[in-house]
């Protein structure tokens, strides 16, 4: 039975399906029947024309992703084809944090892409072997191993995580910041207004919680010193 918040994707190959509808509702149907039961809500419906041989052209998709990040949703699709046949990309969508279901294999995210998960953890374990295997070696010749433990980060190895955490903040920023342009043109003017409205459509914050003013002063502050552009994930 469905549960959480989803934001679905639908995909034609062929302008024609597109603009007949054919294709699409056979989709949309398999989605209904999906969510029929269970407490879910619908965050977006995002609908493609294009091949599903490039996953580089496809602006709905992307928006579809962007969707997932902000409301913390899972990404419906009718058929595990219509997502993408390229394993690369769907090993990216997992190392991203997104989950996403198929309707007519919905355990495909767990046992297609966990399958190729298990072979590449595989190879990492037989390298954890040969170098555990080497360093034996090494030590049965004499060889003097190892140093002083310490987890002591140098001032480079802190400077990067801080700047890893920032480039996460700012993509954070840069997915909320037409949401909150969008809001702000329908009339909220105020910080708690816009905290309300992010809170009426079930966003939730970076850490999971609900929205104050502080916070959406804090987004907003952020994209400013970023440079960070408004631009539309829905359109």
Known sequence: MAQGKFVTYLRVSTKRQGDSGLGLEAQRAAVETYLNGGAWTV???????????????????QRAIQACR???????????????????????LEKAGIEFVATDNPHANRLTVGIMALVADEERRAISARTKAALAAAKARGVKLGGDRGAVLSAEAKAKGAQVRQAKANSRAADLLPVIAEIREAGAFTL??????????????????????VQVQRV????????????????
């Open 220 to 235: 907003e502050a952020r994209a400013a010193s970023a440079r960070i552009c408004v631009r539309s994930c829905w359109t």
């Open 192 to 213: 708690q207004a816009v905290a309300d409205a992010l809170n009426a459509r079930g966003i939730p914050t970076a850490r999971g919680g609900m929205w104050s003013p």
């Open 43 to 61: 965050c977006g419906e995002f609908v493609e024309v294009e091949s599903g041989k490039s996953d580089v052209n496809r602006p709905q998709l």
């Open 70 to 92: 902000i409301y913390g949703a899972k990404l419906l699709i009718a058929k595990f084809d219509r997502l993408s046949r390229d394993a690369h990309f769907l090993l990216g």
